[in-house]
């Protein structure tokens, strides 16, 4: 099976502008999760979907949103962007039904200027 | 806020050595789960242990929990340069599926 991507991988955007994420989970898998890393804070939670609705959500501003599509791939959202919202974005997927092991894309680096 | 304390912060050793790092946790979990990272990349899963098991192996890694004492370790035999990368702990908490991961240790092996 093809792993989970995520575009794009890199990402230069300006303070004030907003920004979309994309995140195509493992096939058969209906759970995405994502993460946001900093060298500050480390790994942090911003949102579970499972069958297109938000299940969960980390302790993060409502510039951060998300959706999922009928077919899994998720997007995420950030407006108004903020020089701290520079990070590594990770995207992970689970086949739910079982032990919730998380299979991880490569992420997307964004730069915010 | 990270859940997880993982210590040592940075462990370098030799190649051929054994690499340990262990994980504390502050709440009741499911599951434990150890991920490897290389240079900021994405993470790779490396071991999952549920709450009810108390050792896991696969291949040259051990896992083992403690959940009395909110603790786990991760053993790394035979270490090789491969090796090299930063070792988080993740719990997925009884209250929900989100995944809390711990500050990491960067291991580096020496050749």
């Known amino acids: 099976k093809a792993g989970v991507t995520q575009t794009p991988r890199y990402l230069i955007k300006t303070r004030g502008q907003q920004v979309t994420l994309s995140c195509s989970p493992i096939?058969?898998?209906?759970?995405v999760s994502w993460y946001q890393q900093t060298p500050g804070q480390g790994l942090q939670f911003l949102f579970e979907?499972?069958?297109?609705?938000?299940?969960n959500k980390g302790n993060f501003p409502g510039r951060f949103s998300g959706r999922q599509f009928s077919n899994s791939r998720s997007e995420m959202n950030v407006s108004t962007l903020e020089l701290g919202d520079s990070a590594l974005y990770l995207c992970?997927?689970?086949?739910?039904?079982?032990?919730?092991?998380?299979?991880f894309g490569p992420g997307t680096r964004l730069t915010v200027l | 806020s990270q859940q997880g304390e993982e210590d040592p912060q940075a462990l370098s050793i030799q190649e051929g050595e054994n690499a340990t790092m262990n994980c504390s946790y502050k709440?009741?979990?499911?599951?434990l789960q150890w991920y490897r990272q290389n240079s900021g990349r994405g993470l790779v899963h490396l071991i999952l242990?549920?709450?009810?098991?108390r050792e896991k192996h696969s291949g040259r890694l051990r896992v083992t929990l403690d959940t009395s004492k909110k603790s786990s370790s991760l053993l790394i035999t035979a270490s090789r340069a491969a090796d090299t990368a930063s070792y988080f702990c993740?719990?997925?908490?009884?209250?929900?599926?989100?995944?809390?991961f711990g500050e990491g240790t960067q291991l580096t092996v020496n050749p």
């Open positions: 993740a719990t997925e908490e009884t209250s929900g599926s989100r995944l809390t």
């Open positions: 096939s058969g898998h209906r759970s």
């Open positions: 242990i549920r709450s009810n098991e």
């Open positions: 992970a997927s689970s086949f739910v039904g079982g032990i919730n092991e998380q299979f």
């Open positions: 709440t009741s979990i499911n599951n």
């Open positions: 979907y499972f069958s297109e609705t938000q299940r």
